[in-house]
């Protein structure tokens, strides 16, 4: 299998059920050339244009669960650097993988190196659901003693002074949740805080939410934390089988974004109303946002 039918089946918009298999039969070959396919799309992104992929890039989404299952560490580095790119092109990239399985991936392929994990979560120009993942993954790694908790504590409380002129952004969620994931109480009155200042949009949690699920985890309920953490580590490409990501055979629709059920049964039935709208062009339904961080989504 060349390089350029690798690249055109993990790029392609079906499952590559075949070419996974294929990396699956010689894993320690299979993990070298996706190294090197996500070292190229890493090197790319300084360069490529707005709305515009190159052929390892649009492979990346595939690439990094798949090295996140053989659990690779040397792709931790790459996918660090990877992370740190242009919010909007990394979306492009990943889709909701960065909000769905990017916590089990970072988790998965860890190579140690906390420095890189919180060079991730401080960065204001990281893209905030990046931030918040990462967050996630700290969190597991703290609470599976991976990390030393007595790194983690203070790191959290740097945070919020670091976070301070970031009101709504999402790495305050991530924030949050992390200390209610590992039971820190001491840090109630600063999580209070926050709040009060407006540091979390409400209609996504507020204060008794999190209070709730510090205690539970205080209190040692047995699902909290299993459910919290049940997509991490990542392990298995083919949990991604379902994902919207995917279309199915036959149907020439655009790659979807979001992770979903099946694809409809009689696709060309479907009728997009919004075929001719660009991703860049302004969303129809007048919100003001772009088509896609809006009802392409």
């Not at 401080?122 to 609470?143: C, I, K, M, N, Q």
């Amino acid at each position: 299998m060349t390089r350029d039918h690798i690249l055109d089946a993990l790029g392609a918009d079906t499952f590559p059920a075949e070419t996974l298999a294929v990396f699956r039969s010689d894993r320690e070959v299979g993990a070298a050339i996706l190294l090197d396919i996500l070292e190229s799309a890493v090197n790319d992104m300084a360069t490529v244009a707005e709305d515009e992929l190159t052929r390892s890039q649009r492979a990346t989404f595939m690439v990094v669960h798949l090295l996140a299952e053989f659990g690779d560490q040397r792709s931790f580095p790459l996918l660090a650097r990877l992370l740190h790119g242009d919010a909007e092109l990394v979306e492009d990239m990943l889709g909701d993988a960065i909000t769905e399985t990017l916590p089990g991936i970072l988790v998965s392929t860890f190579d140690g190196n906390v420095a890189l994990l919180h060079q991730l979560i401080r960065d204001d120009s990281v893209y905030e659901y990046v931030r918040s993942s990462a967050l996630d993954a700290l969190a597991y790694l703290t609470a599976k003693e991976m990390v030393p908790l007595e790194f983690t504590e203070p790191f959290l409380r740097d945070c919020f002074d670091r976070f301070q002129n970031e009101k709504l952004n999402f790495v305050w969620v991530g924030w949050v949740e992390s200390i209610s994931d590992l039971g820190l109480e001491s840090f109630v009155p600063l999580v209070e805080q926050a709040f009060n200042e407006g540091a979390i949009d409400p209609s996504i949690m507020n204060f008794y939410d999190f209070y709730d699920s510090l205690r539970n985890i205080i209190d040692g309920e047995p699902e909290a934390l299993k459910t919290r953490f049940s997509r991490i580590p990542f392990t298995n490409c083919n949990d991604l089988t379902k994902w919207a990501w995917f279309r199915s055979e036959g149907d020439s629709g655009k790659r979807a974004g979001a992770p979903g059920g099946q694809q409809p049964n009689n696709p060309k039935q479907q009728v997009n109303p919004f075929r001719n709208i660009g991703r860049n062009d302004p969303c129809p339904c007048g919100s003001g946002r772009k088509y896609k961080k809006c009802c392409l989504n």
